[in-house]
């Protein structure tokens, strides 16, 4: 008799500890699936603000200036490309991770150029085999990044920012992805990937000003300072039009 009631208490309790694990990973589930669906929500969004917004007149030049550097501004450096110039185009690549909206940079390697070591977003100088921009920003950030296909959703543009040093005007390609990317980047082309919130960039204190040897010159750059990147010159420029855009979401 003993033995049977221990049976029984042993059966009983097997069967009380799948009912708390099966409730337990329930709710861990149901936990997951909702702080998903919250940060999915997020960028949401800001991707569908962004595709109306971009349809309509953009803040243009004007805003990317109030991040340039001191040579552009003393200098007044044209706002418009040559008859020579080359194209390029670079990708806002915005995604969702630990419930945010994040931001891809990127830091190039140190060589004998203009962005030698900079921070950018990924992209590249048109090619003749690219059909437009757009494929431009598709094709270097699939080569940069090891993001590439369909996952990548194209929003729209910013407003092409000329930078006379390189020749090049560049056109900002904003695009989203519904879920964080695999990345595997380039070691040619990125010494890092930088993943950023993109909502740490509203905040006014990370944007600071310190003088910098850029091309044997003392300047003084206006920069978003990000976990001690230094993000200034072209790049800060196109953040700063977007940032203006998403200020009416």
């Not at 936990?31 to 940060?39: A, G, P, Q, S």
């Not at 991040?67 to 185009?89: G, I």
């Not at 757009?134 to 993001?147: D, L, P, S």
């Not at 000329?162 to 010494?191: G, H, L, Q």
């Amino acid at each position: 008799m003993k033995k049977i009631m221990d049976a029984r208490h042993c059966v009983l309790t097997q069967l009380l500890l799948i009912c708390f694990y099966f409730h337990l990973f329930t709710f861990i589930f149901y936990l997951l699936y909702h702080l998903h669906y919250i940060c999915l929500m997020e960028l949401a969004s800001v991707t569908s603000f962004l595709k109306k917004a971009l349809t309509h007149s953009l803040p243009g030049t004007d805003v990317q200036w109030e991040m340039a550097s001191s040579d552009r501004r003393m200098l007044d450096y044209p706002r418009v490309k040559r008859a020579d110039s080359r194209l390029a185009a670079v990708m806002i690549l915005l995604y969702p991770k630990d419930e945010k909206v994040m931001c891809l940079f990127m830091q190039r390697p140190h060589y004998n150029g203009v962005h030698s070591g900079q921070i950018s977003f990924p992209g590249g100088k048109m090619e003749d085999s690219d059909k437009n921009l757009t494929q431009t920003a598709v094709r270097e950030t699939c080569e940069e990044t090891g993001v590439c296909g369909k996952a990548i959703r194209i929003i729209g543009k910013l407003t092409p920012l000329f930078i006379p040093v390189s020749n090049i005007e560049v056109t900002p390609v904003v695009a989203y992805m519904d879920s964080e990317p695999v990345f595997t980047p380039s070691e040619e082309e990125v010494v890092s990937l930088i993943e950023a919130p993109l909502e740490l960039f509203f905040d006014s204190s990370i944007i600071k000003e310190k003088p910098m040897l850029v091309r044997d010159e003392m300047l003084d750059v206006k920069y978003y300072d990000f976990e001690a990147y230094v993000i200034w010159g072209a790049t800060a420029m196109i953040l700063n039009e977007l940032l203006v855009i998403l200020k009416g979401l």
